[in-house]
């Protein structure tokens, strides 16, 4: 069943890697000002933290022979902690921000909600065997790149306005 994702797996760990990587340079050029916020470092982690699990879900899906629930143990090991560290600094993000800015790390939240749920169903769905599950993974995926996407916009551009 997964020999046939192998090559969206591949793609997709070979750009989030690559997206780390320019988030993580692009972050420490920009640091004084990230960190002139008190809620914008959270949410540097959190976009790195989003490119993480998608390199890390691709890069199991990619071991040969595994069995699907393996596959599904997996998923859940990144996508439990992404959730819970992506809540946690969320949270954290919006006691944080100032009340015009409160909104925004709201919308932020949702969002990232939106991104790591579909971790934790395909994760279970794997476990179950369930043909639907790669493609929670996919949804998953691509969420991540978009909210990843955004927070690096916020962190690149608009503290800079």
Not at 60 to 87: D, H, R, S
Not at 140 to 145: D, Q, R, V, Y
Request: charged share 10%; proline share 4%.
């Amino acid at each position: 069943m997964m020999d046939a994702w192998a090559n969206f797996f591949v793609a997709q760990c070979g750009a989030s890697a690559a997206l780390l990587g320019l988030l993580f340079v692009s972050v420490s050029l920009s640091l004084n000002k990230i960190l002139a916020f008190t809620a914008l470092p959270g949410r540097a982690l959190t976009a790195m933290l989003l490119l993480l699990a998608v390199l890390l879900v691709s890069s199991f899906m990619l071991i040969p022979g595994q069995p699907i629930a393996a596959n599904g143990v997996e998923v859940l090991c990144v996508g439990l902690p992404t959730c819970g560290a992506g809540a946690f600094f969320g949270i954290r993000g919006v006691r944080k921000t100032t009340p015009d800015h409160r909104g925004e790390f709201i919308a932020s939240l949702l969002f990232l909600a939106i991104a790591t749920l579909p971790y934790l169903v395909a994760g279970i769905l794997f476990l179950f065997a369930v043909a639907a599950a790669p493609y929670w993974l996919a949804g998953a995926i691509i969420l991540s790149f978009l909210k990843s996407f955004l927070d690096a916009w916020v962190l690149l551009i608009e503290i800079h306005r």
